[in-house]
């Protein structure tokens, strides 16, 4: 006998030899089996689960069953004869020659089968109950868990374990639900079903059902788990598992990996004979189970209790309300509690420009069996969505995932609300235009009152508060010089090599393209946020945080030089209106730089979108027009270096969740040395409508060039209208010449964007088209220095001297092609782009 021979031999001397071990009362640890008669039990390979026959409660009946092991009770987790029960100990379970497992009575009839098979040659047909709970039918040649023939899994009991399915195949239009046991001695199917919502376009969420009555929701899923009651945010112990949401065009279903099936823990969840459905944790050493979330708790669970646009609040008496906005429907009833007729608009909607949104927080989000969802859609994009469609009720996020977006649109009713005491999410419902003012107007006063009580405690809190500020402060500060000074500079290392590169007084994380790439889904398109001149900006989650990458693409002309100097540069910089840099990526041909996620994008996305231009009303462009003075004067003067950041503009201002400006894009900074005023470069770079007539014509910039983009930004956001782009009907002037002709004319508010003009601050505007033209001063002394223009914005003093003409009066074309010493701007580059041209530093 060969060498191969005699091992195949031995190898199947052992696989028998498995076999008839195997099929020993509670001896085996392989759990592979061919028949099993009542009387003897498989174990699997760690002893969490037994599968054998039992009698439940005080049933007489036999069913083959799967039960958990280390519990001081019999805990049975899936049943396979529910239906047909046996009724005495004569049941045997046997593996057929075709893959199918069937479950014979005493007289030899089959009262169960898997009903599968399999059918071809070269197949070791075998039953195994694996650790998970799964019992499954397979060719015991191969591991892989998809070539399954038959398993458990796919037909869940009223117990839903870590790994199983519950969904909808749309091909073969099964769906995978859980059902009650009758009673607790009775497995076979009860009245109540959970049942996820599973329609192609709906979002997900999750019914407890009386046979066809929907008695509790659970949900809508919120990235981590199907929310419901007020444990939406994961505790310690809350979900024990991991939920995944699986989307395609064949099926949509919901699956879990348990955080707690470890060597001392076991989760599951089971729907009750009385319709609860129940979270539990066992733990093995003390073999007993812990209910950790139980679903209907309260009144308030009760699905749709107070009808359409009522919201239940179990800390309320009645119960149930009218959301705000809302009255009873049905004047007769004396509660709303019970009432199915629910609440009506006090004031009806005409889908007039002035309606609008008003946010409840803390809420369970209505049903979504009538809503829309729409996918990576910011909050304010989803209310311009919802805004846009005059049947479109209601908009909220359903993902409280960090930085997690997506947005969820409801038409008609708004069923089956609540409050909850904690944890709810914000839900923003539309009202008629008067109703809107109505309840603004009103919650003005009551704001008055709290805050004239709550005035003086602040007082005294703010008052410690800023001391003991200025303490630690003080010692910190000693602290951080000492570390700065001490340090040499560093340059980055050109592969990717070490873990990560102390740069000043900041570090910075390298990455490897690994990182990066699973970070971003590979790169892929739906997590594209945006592409500047330097290459494409993709979303992402990298160590639990939501980043931006901007992976530099290899025609940008950015090379290394620029790139280090934006990571050096930004990476020393450390302020609140300026974006942070978290890390960067350096490999092979790949240049990445690694932000802070800004989920409202760009300042121009909004300044110059028809449709989203209203969204920025005029105390949030008087704030941001502030911040970036603020993060200008730091670049300029507060911080150790001495920057001009030669790309000033909307694209490069960026907004975050609470709409506060970013200066982004360092690319093409420049440091100065602290003495220098001015520095010269051969090349002009920058972008067309923000660059200043010396810098264009001479090369020579400082930081009043950027003061000068600042200028023009502010003309921008106070007019909405781009700078290059800009025509009047009645001159040829650009942007910077028509304000100034209505500042002549003492007409400045004038240039107000029109969608502001219902409501603006005059004296703000004024004062701002009055900055924004001293900025943009032909002649560099006569424009304000940073730390005034901070001032002026701040309401400090009065405003300096008038302006005069601005720079670049006339359109940019003529200048350019008649002033220019130098190889400034490619007309193929005049598209808002940033010029990638560069000089050597
Ligand atoms: P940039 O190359 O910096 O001009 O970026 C191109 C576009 O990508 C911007 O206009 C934004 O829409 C988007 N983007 C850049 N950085 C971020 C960020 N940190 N967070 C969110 N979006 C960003």
Known sequence: MDHINQTKLLLSYITFFFLVISTCRSSDTIAVFQNISDGETIVSANARFELGFFTPGNSKNRYLG??????????????????????????????DSQGNLTLVNGSGKVIWSSNSSVYGSNINLVAQLLDTGNLVVKNGNITNSDSYIWQSFDYPGDTFLSGMKLGKNFITGKE??????????????????????????????????????????????????????????????YPPYVGYMIVSQNEMYFTTVSKYNTSTSFARTMITPNGKREISLLEFSKREWTTINSLPVDYCDNYGVCGPYGSCNIANSPYCGCLKGFEQKNSNETSVDNATSGCKRSIALDCGP?????????????????????????LLDCEVACKNNCSCTAYANPNITPGGNGCLLWF????????????GQ????????????????????????????????????????????????????????????????????KDYKSSSHQMGSAAVQLFSLLEVSQATDDFSADNKLGEGGFGPVYKGVLEGQVIAVKRLSKSSGQGLVEFENEVICIAKLQHRNLVKLLGYCIQGDEKMLIYEYMPNKSLDSFLFD??????????????????????????????????VHRDLKAGNILLDRHMHPKISDFGLARMIKEDENESNTKRVVGTLGYIPPEYAIDGLYSVKSDIY????????????????????????????????????????????????????????????????????????????????????????GSLPSSPKKPAFFAPESEINSTTSNLPLLSSSSFNGITLSQVDGR
């Open 426 to 493: 914000d839900l923003y419902v539309r009202l008629a235009a008067s109703e809107l003012s109505d309840l603004k107007s009103s919650s003005h006063k009551k704001k008055g009152v709290i805050m004239g009580v709550s005035l003086s405690v602040a007082a005294v809190l703010t008052l410690s508060s800023i001391l003991l500020a200025f303490y630690i402060r003080k010692k910190w500060k000693k602290r951080s010089d000492a570390d700065i000074e001490g340090r040499p500079e560093k340059s980055l290392d």
């Open 176 to 237: 995978t639900y859980m059902t009650s046991w009758r009673s607790d001695d009775d497995p076979s199917p009860g009245e109540y079903t959970l049942k996820f919502l599973m329609v192609k376009g709906k979002y997900q969420q999750v019914y407890i059902m009386r046979s066809s009555v929907i008695e509790t929701r659970i949900g809508p899923f919120n990235g981590i788990s199907f929310s419901g009651r007020s444990l939406l945010t994961p505790g310690p112990s």
């Open 610 to 643: 028809e449709s989203r231009k209203s969204l920025l009303d005029w105390p949030q462009r008087y704030h941001i027009i502030q911040g970036i003075a603020r993060g200008l004067l730091y670049l300029h003067q507060d911080s150790r270096l001495k920057v």
């Open 66 to 95: 799967i039960w958990f092991m280390n519990t001081s009770s019999q805990t049975v987790a899936w049943v396979a004869n529910r239906e047909t029960p046996l009724t005495d100990n004569s049941g045997v379970v046997k593996l």
């Open 709 to 796: 983009s600042f200028g023009v930004l502010v003309l921008e956001i106070v007019s909405g209208k781009k700078n290059r782009s800009f025509v009047h009907e009645d001159h040829d002037d650009n942007l910077l010449g028509h304000a100034w002709r209505l500042y002549k004319q003492g007409r400045s508010v004038d240039l107000v964007d029109e969608c502001l003009r219902a409501s603006y601050s005059a004296s703000e505007v004024v004062q701002s088209v009055h900055v924004g033209l001293l900025c943009v001063q032909h002649r560099v002394e006569d424009r304000p220095n940073t730390p005034t223009v901070v001032g002026m914005l701040g309401g400090e």
């Open 412 to 423: 008609g009713d708004l069923i089956d609300v609540r409050v909850y005491p904690q944890n």
């Open 354 to 378: 002035g309606e609008g949104f008003l946010n409840f927080s803390s809420m369970k989000l209505p049903d979504t069996a009538n809503a829309v969802y729409k996918n990576n859609m910011s």
